[in-house]
């Protein structure tokens, strides 16, 4: 983990002796008085942080020590701030200073000294007394204390809000409220820093007061905000600046801090001693005095509205223009924060909204704005009663459509889908339809997006949408290979490193193929479940099964599936359930060749199956034709191993009078006859060029079907009994050219002599292979009404007695 060196390094900080460790101390107190601190306090300031931090033990510094450390952190070098702030995390305070947060420390406060204050804090009674000594820095008059530490103050003030809002008592909400008020709407509207108008007797009398401009240029016409420049800033500007900054995370967890009386020592003097601007504060528009957290409100709305207006101005920088847009997302957010706790706001909002919408919608680089504008439209439209329809379009249709490749973009979008869900669910009818949509950002980024599918997906799965979702699942890797294809055509020439030209390109802009790719890239759902010329799909798109990006998509959809099932089973729609195994069936053959993609299909599909069978057995009635003609097919031996083996298992197990009363002898009999012809053929020929031998399992799983359809219809017994008597005499002169393993076959026939022996007696037979629910079901050495587990006790005392 460490290099030799850092090693030793180490070492020799543990293994440091007491008295040496003294001397280091003595050493460092002397260096420390100096005036000018140089190479060597640094120095020796790293080695005690070394020293401190390479034990597991916290040592206490010597208190001069200490004291001398704990002033660098008002040092106006910040590298000595941070290895001060760094060796004092590591010790323990001085006896009788835990906790002890004097107006001192409050008025050096700086970003290392706030964060040493935080670690130092061991209790809640430690974070309630810094938070009252911060407020009381906020209430103190830029002439009791350096004016600095105020820009320091919030920070701090948020993280403890953050960490722990019960540490903040209702009396720090009024008073941190009226400040955020005073800060917002009323700091100065002049610039800072002495800023000159110019001229020929520049001088220190001649300065006079410019006002902040516009982004555009144009002097400020209102009061200040995040928006407005100039060459310097003072200080309740600054503090508008950070107020603005936490105002959203204030207004959203303020409601949960405690509701006492709180601090004695907190005293609200800003409506009695204040400045003019807190009594101008206190008093909404309409002349009547509003209570804190109302007044708040209401001034971040205007505050939030000027922002708005400031961002229809035409920025000179690019930085901002960028600027602009965050600004935008956090005054959108926060109008929805206040209309959350005021709904009479929502209907003096809502123009303003509209407004926004109506200039952005058309210019997709404003993406991340407009979301906060659907959010709002989802948590007050219906209220105002206004028309969502085109925000819909917007999210759902061109974001997933034009910037798939969005990252940022991606990321917020899907966590508004999972934040909103059940109101998406409930009152949006444009979500469930817009899967082929949503998709295409799992189809570009699957490993970053598919934590996000896993949530989405059940919401995805109605009875209308099932059957083209499950097409366009089993599809996604021919969505990302279009994808690719799409971005490619449009911004980069198309071709192999060697220098030989793709197929795949070539048709993506070929008209006659045009339509298949145009199926892939549909916004919505509701033009049909699938197209009919995938095979033709999968060759163009052949060469494409080695690309990155298909191949991490075609890793995820297995995972997908299983959930897709999943949901799918819940409701258990039998007519549904139905036509999902036809798909399954048929799209066993229809997936890009992809390596190991369709093995992991095939498991996915096997497994479900057999689910949906042993929940409606009815099922393999309705679909015996089509899963009798897959299961009659002796290609699926070589190609569909594992679904193969499962749609044969289904027939022998559920197809029987005892699942389903339609069941007849007639259908025993077709399906007997298409299963003893596929095992007939498999075992007295050879393997197809190129394909393996038939895996023992489907040998097996097929001798069983039919052994249980012959123990139902009885008829059919000497027939699977010669067969079985045929297999064992032609096994007995060695190799088999369909069984290249030894030990397989004797497993077969050990099989094969088994179900002929149970079928000598075809009573037997058919208890044995086909077994009645009242002897399967109940788990007899479990149950306690009964004497079965009081015999196999009585058994097992006398058994370990012996």
């Known amino acids: 983990m460490y290099s030799h060196g850092a090693d030793s390094l180490i070492k020799q900080a543990r293994d440091i002796q007491e008295s040496e460790l003294q001397k280091f101390y003595s050493r460092l107190v002397k260096l420390l008085q100096g005036k000018e601190l140089g190479h060597e306090a640094v120095d020796s300031l790293q080695r005690l942080h070394l020293i401190l931090s390479a034990t597991k033990y916290t040592r206490t510094l010597p208190p001069e020590l200490q004291k001398r450390v704990q002033s660098l952190l008002s040092s106006p070098k910040e590298h000595f701030q941070v290895l001060s702030s760094a060796v004092l995390r590591e010790t323990l305070p001085l006896s009788g200073q835990e906790g002890n947060y004097n107006q001192e420390n409050i008025s050096q406060l700086n970003t290392h000294a706030a964060a040493l204050l935080l670690s130092q804090a ?89 006002p902040t401009a516009e982004l555009d240029g144009a002097v400020s016409g209102d009061f200040f905000t995040v928006l407005c420049v100039g060459q310097g800033f003072t200080e309740d500007q600054w503090m508008n600046v950070y107020s603005f900054s936490m105002l959203r995370h204030w207004l959203l967890t303020y409601h949960s801090v405690s509701s006492g009386n709180g601090t004695a020592d907190i005293d609200d003097r800003s409506e009695v001693d204040g400045s003019v601007v807190s009594m101008v504060s206190a008093t909404s528009s309409s002349g009547r005095l509003l209570p804190p957290k109302e007044r708040l409100r209401e001034k971040s709305f205007q505050y939030c509205l000027r922002l708005i207006e400031q961002s229809d101005r035409k920025a000179h920088k690019k930085t901002d223009t960028d600027l602009q847009k965050a600004c935008l997302v956090e005054a959108v957010c926060i109008l929805d924060c206040v209309c959350e706790e005021d709904a009479s706001l929502v209907f003096r909002a809502f123009p303003c909204i509209k407004a926004l919408f109506g200039r952005l919608s058309s210019d997709l680089s404003f993406a991340r704005v407009l979301l906060p504008i659907a959010q709002f439209y989802l948590n007050h439209g219906e209220m105002a009663a206004v028309d969502c329809e085109s925000v819909w379009k917007l999210v759902f249709g061109r974001f997933p459509a034009e910037l798939f490749n969005d990252h940022f973009l991606a990321h917020e979008l899907l966590r508004f889908l999972r934040l909103n869900l059940k109101s998406l669910q409930h009152r949006v009818p444009q979500y469930t339809r817009s899967f082929p949509n949503l998709l295409k950002f799992l189809a570009w980024d699957s490993p970053a997006v598919v934590d996000d599918f896993v949530d989405l997906l059940p919401s995805l799965v109605t009875a209308g949408t099932a059957v083209e979702l499950l097409h366009t699942l089993l599809d996604l890797p021919c969505l990302s290979a279009t994808l690719v294809l799409q971005v490619r055509s449009t911004c980069l020439p198309i071709s192999e490193p060697g220098g030989r030209g793709l197929q795949s390109p070539d048709a993506y802009r070929n008209p006659s193929f045009r339509g298949l790719f145009l199926f892939l890239l549909r916004g919505d759902a509701g033009s049909g479940d699938t197209i009919d010329r995938l095979s033709t ?6 060469e494409t099964a080695d690309w990155p990006r298909v191949v991490q998509c075609a890793q995820t959809v297995p995972l997908l599936l299983h959930i897709f099932f999943n949901t799918v089973i819940t409701g258990a729609d039998e007519k549904l359930l139905s036509h999902l195994i036809l798909v399954m069936l048929e799209r066993s053959s229809l997936l890009l060749n992809i390596p190991e993609y369709s093995k992991e299909i ?26 009798l003609e897959f299961a009659g097919a002796t290609a699926n031996v070589y190609s569909k191993e594992e679904i193969y083996t499962h749609v044969v298992w289904v027939l022998g197990e559920y197809l029987s009078v005892s699942c389903d009363s339609r069941c007849s002898v007639g259908l025993i009999t077709s399906c007997f006859e298409a299963l003893e012809a596929v095992l007939f053929e498999i075992t007295s020929s050879v393997p197809p060029p190129g394909a393996d031998c038939p895996a023992p399992r489907v040998i097996t799983t097929l001798m069983s079907t039919l052994a249980k359809l012959a123990s139902r219809s009885h008829d059919l017994i000497p027939r699977v009994s010669l067969f079985l008597s045929k297999l064992r005499t032609l096994t007995r002169g060695g190799s088999v050219a369909w069984c290249s393993d030894e030990e397989d076959l004797v497993a077969i026939v050990t099989r094969g002599e088994e179900l002929w022996s149970l079928l000598k007696a075809p009573g037997v037979a058919q208890s044995v292979l086909t077994p009645p629910p009242h002897v399967t079901t109940p788990q007899w050495h479990r149950d306690t009404n009964v004497a079965m587990p009081l015999r196999l006790r009585a058994l097992t005392s006398l058994t370990h007695s012996q």
Do not use: M
């Not at 103050?153 to 720090?172: K, M, Q, R, V």
């Not at 799909?537 to 052949?542: G, Q, V």
């Open 537 to 542: 799909l999968h060759e163009l798109l052949a």
């Open 602 to 627: 095939h498991r996915v599909f096997s497994s479900h199956l057999l689910r949906f069978c042993k929940l409606r057995p009815s099922l393999v009635v309705d679909q015996s034709h089509e899963l």
């Open 122 to 210: 061991g209790s809640r009674a430690d974070l309630s007394s810094l938070c009252a000594q911060l407020l009381r820095s906020l209430e103190s008059r830029q002439s009791e204390g350096p004016a600095h530490s105020l820009t320091h103050t919030l920070p701090i003030l948020n993280t403890i809000l953050t960490l722990s809002p019960e540490c903040l008592t209702a009396d720090h909400v009024t008073l941190l409220s009226k400040k955020l008020v005073d800060w917002l709407r009323y700091a100065s509207i002049t610039q800072g820093g002495g800023a000159s108008s110019g001229g020929f007797f520049t001088g220190p009398r001649s300065r006079q007061p410019v």
